[in-house]
């Protein structure tokens, strides 16, 4: 869409894109799991558990012989425990206006963490990939899907020969909203649990403004929206704000996040990373893009910084 087309939107325009927009928290589309962990050569179990409400959930376990640490992982919104095809339609057209319509592959990541002697449970949260339908298939931006990051501690602790395992997780967008929300419901889940890596945590408001912003969209109508998502959802834009949940943070965690994000604002994952209450934190800035997914594909080209924060606290 050009600029002048942009500013000459017209309001039953507006209230579509409002109505599409808002649709996403109802019934999400998945995208397909195209890769798998045998394509980097490792092997690997295919595993279901249930999350703590019932829903059930989809994984891999890839073991690493003789290693009794365990890495938790899961996904941002939209995505799977594989990634996504962003660089294929239908998702190139949705995320090209963000500068996002690029492959994200995270078969490396595994490949990363396996060679570096990690135990790995990587897994779709509900409503996406392979796992059920849960809570008639709506989005939370974390509040049901804590369910499914608590129902994975409890898989490993309950499974034969992973229940003894040191346990770090490493969640993503959606999955790490979901797991500090976890915290603030659940804490006693987390009592060994060595360390979170939160790869960019969001407040859904944020992301909206600017998804708004990038079809000139003023930024007030950002009120309607959130009438709609919460008609359709039952929650609120201010139900979904991470950043206040981050206040119940109970373990070291480390958040990266792509400071120029097109899609967020850096005070957003700044004031998250403020409200965490423990000492042991830190917060690391991707510069030199604007691209979301360069954040989800930093581990697998800069891994050193990621992998130390484990060895350090495994």
């Known amino acids: 869409m050009s600029d002048s087309k942009k500013e000459n939107l017209s309001d039953s325009q507006i209230d579509e894109i409002l109505e599409n927009m808002s649709d996403a928290f109802k019934k999400l589309p998945r995208s397909p799991i195209l890769y798998k962990p045998s394509e980097v050569g490792l092997s690997y179990e295919d595993v279901t558990f249930p999350s703590i409400d ?19 992982i899961n996904h941002p919104m939209g995505f799977t425990r594989s990634g996504l095809p962003s660089h294929l339609e239908p998702w190139k057209s949705i995320w090209q206006a963000s500068g996002n319509d690029m492959e994200v592959n995270f078969m490396p990541d ?3 963490l396996h060679e570096a002697g990690f135990n790995i449970l ?13 809570n008639g298939g709506l989005i939370s931006t974390g509040i049901f899907e804590s369910r499914d990051v608590l129902g994975s501690i409890r898989y490993v602790r309950g499974r034969q020969g992973t229940k003894l395992m040191k346990i770090a997780l490493f969640s993503r967008c959606l999955g790490a909203d979901a797991t500090l929300y976890a915290m603030k419901q659940n804490p006693r889940d987390f009592e060994q649990i060595r360390c979170l890596l939160a790869a960019q945590p969001l407040s859904e408001e944020y992301i909206l403004t600017k998804q708004l912003e990038l079809v000139n969209i003023p930024k007030n109508r950002i009120k309607d929206l959130d009438n709609k998502i919460t008609i359709k959802t039952g929650f609120s834009i201010e139900d979904r704000n991470a950043g206040k949940w981050a206040k119940d943070v109970c373990i070291p965690t480390f958040i990266y996040q792509v400071h120029d994000d ?7 994952v700044q ?5 965490i209450p423990i000492k042991d934190k830190k917060l690391q800035w991707i510069y ?10 930093e581990f697998q080209r800069r891994p050193e910084p990621m992998l130390q924060w484990f060895d350090e606290h495994l």
């Open 54 to 72: 019932g829903v059930p959930i989809e994984g891999w376990f890839i073991p690493s012989e003789g290693s009794d640490k365990m890495i938790i």
């Open 110 to 112: 595994l490949k990363i």
């Open 122 to 134: 990587a897994y779709d949260l509900r409503n996406h990939g392979h796992s059920g339908t849960g």
């Open 262 to 268: 097109l899609l967020t604002d850096p005070y957003d």
């Open 271 to 275: 004031e998250m990373y403020d409200n």
């Open 288 to 297: 030199n893009t604007t691209a979301r997914w360069d954040g989800y594909l």
